[in-house]
């Protein structure tokens, strides 16, 4: 098996990568990548970083929405995350973070298996890009608290 190319991503080649795989990569996750294993759940690294220190929380099964999740599970999830953001900031000073979650067909993620991306923040590696807002927010809050009473 070839060697994985951390900065596929950088060089452009990670689609490559993501295209050639039959199979769920998180579901045949190799336990050289894995740091630690709770419950149905681990942190691992990202073998295609977007920068250093990314980490990834997933669960070991098979899931691709969050709304799959028991309680359990995002109490495990949770932990680990914790635990994951704890590890990198003493083993690789790193202070602030995103956790992020895609979910959805079109919010760019490459890996169908639900999993959490623990990213070390520096300024500039993401952008917002800001849109005019239409709906305001307390017709947002009071249209979102009538669908939550209705169900």
Do not use: S
């Amino acid at each position: 098996m070839p060697e994985i190319d951390p900065n596929a991503r950088l060089k452009g080649t990670y689609q490559k990568h993501a295209e050639n795989v039959d199979k769920c990569v998180f579901c045949d996750l190799k336990d050289k990548y894995v740091v630690i294993r709770q419950e149905g759940w681990v942190l691992t690294v990202n073998i295609f970083p977007y920068i250093n220190g990314q980490v990834l929380v997933l669960p070991v099964r098979h899931i691709e929405n969050f709304e799959e999740l028991t309680d359990d599970d995002i109490l495990t999830g949770n932990h680990l995350v914790k635990r994951g953001m704890d590890l990198l900031k003493k083993e690789m000073g790193i202070e602030n973070f995103w956790v992020i979650l895609r979910q959805g067909k079109i919010a760019g993620k490459t890996v169908r298996h639900l999993h959490l991306n623990i990213m070390p923040y520096i300024d500039g590696i993401n952008t917002w890009h800001n849109q005019e807002i239409t709906v305001m927010p307390q017709d947002l809050a009071d249209r979102l608290r009538g669908r939550y009473e209705r169900t």
